[in-house]
């Protein structure tokens, strides 16, 4: 396979031009990382996590992290995700700098915009499917009820869990509490989901179910992905695979295999 993976040049680290500058985006650009850097801790303490990590994703790409354990990869998605404040660098979504805006309106764009799944799904156990994918869009109050619920049933349907709404989040398979987590995650429709080891706790039939269907909800809603995996042939199923190493982006590599294929 490795064959199949047509290298586009990697910027250096530090360097704020794109991987990807010289392609078009069919559908816009979506998000650019600049020179986005972590430490944690100080002095002899402290980690360098992210080492400034530039690059550039199109609205519907569907891409993937990977690397090895502790080389930067869950750092990276926090940071895309506006979880948590770099400490160099930045991210633009849709050409807006987020180091830029208010905390508000930072938190307004990570609501519309990005939505997070985890190696756990983080459900309510003692609350209905219906429930855990809604309560956000409840809690936050912008949409009429009849809205969320509609909106609640389609996402569901798009995760092949029709039906399953009333029953409780305690009685659903491991995998099937995985996609309602990614059910949960899609209800704002955000233009990005950022996935860190999302299938990490799921067998091989479950983790082929949730990557192809992520690849169709990519297709059909021009949602862009970014999966973290350590798995390179998870990351192969993938377009893209962005890869770092001690805190470097060192390869951005794009998959030809797939689109070869079809
Ligand atoms: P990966 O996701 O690739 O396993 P991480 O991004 O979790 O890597 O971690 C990168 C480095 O930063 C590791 O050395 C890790 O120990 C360190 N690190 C991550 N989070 C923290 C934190 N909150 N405080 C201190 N060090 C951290």
Redesign the pocket.
């Known amino acids: 396979m490795a064959d199949a993976l047509e290298t586009i040049p990697s910027s250096a680290p530090g360097n704020a031009s794109a991987p990807n500058d010289s392609r078009t985006c069919d559908f816009g650009m979506l998000l650019s990382a600049k020179n986005l850097a972590?430490t944690?801790?100080e002095g002899d303490a402290a980690?360098?996590?992210?080492r400034g990590v530039t690059f550039d994703l199109c609205n519907g790409e569907f891409a993937s992290i990977i690397?090895?354990?502790?080389?930067?990869?869950?750092?990276?998605?926090?940071l895309l995700g506006l979880l948590d404040t770099p400490t160099a660098g930045t991210a633009l979504y849709n050409g807006i700098d987020s180091a830029t805006i208010t905390k508000p309106a930072r938190a307004i764009m990570r609501n519309e915009m990005i939505g997070f799944v985890f190696q756990f799904h983080y459900l309510l156990p003692e609350f209905s499917v219906y429930e855990n994918v809604a309560m956000p869009a409840l809690i936050a109050g912008t949409l009429p009820a009849e809205e969320i619920r509609s909106r609640a049933e389609e996402t569901l349907g798009m995760l092949g869990l029709d039906g399953m709404s009333g029953k409780n989040a305690n009685a659903l398979s491991g995998g099937q509490k995985q996609r309602v987590a990614i059910a949960r995650a899609l209800m704002n429709r955000p233009a990005i989901l950022l996935a860190?080891e999302p299938t990490g706790n799921l067998d091989t039939l479950n983790t082929n179910l949730v990557y192809d269907l992520f690849r169709e909800i990519s297709r059909e809603t021009r949602t862009a992905f970014l999966i973290?995996t350590?798995d390179r042939s998870i990351a192969e199923r993938t377009d893209r695979i962005l890869e770092?190493t001690d805190?470097n982006l060192v390869a951005d590599v794009r998959n030809s295999y797939l689109a070869d294929a079809q």
């Open positions: 972590k944690y801790g980690t360098h996590a992210l690397g090895q354990s502790g080389s930067g990869k869950s750092t990276l998605l926090n860190d973290v350590h770092i805190g």
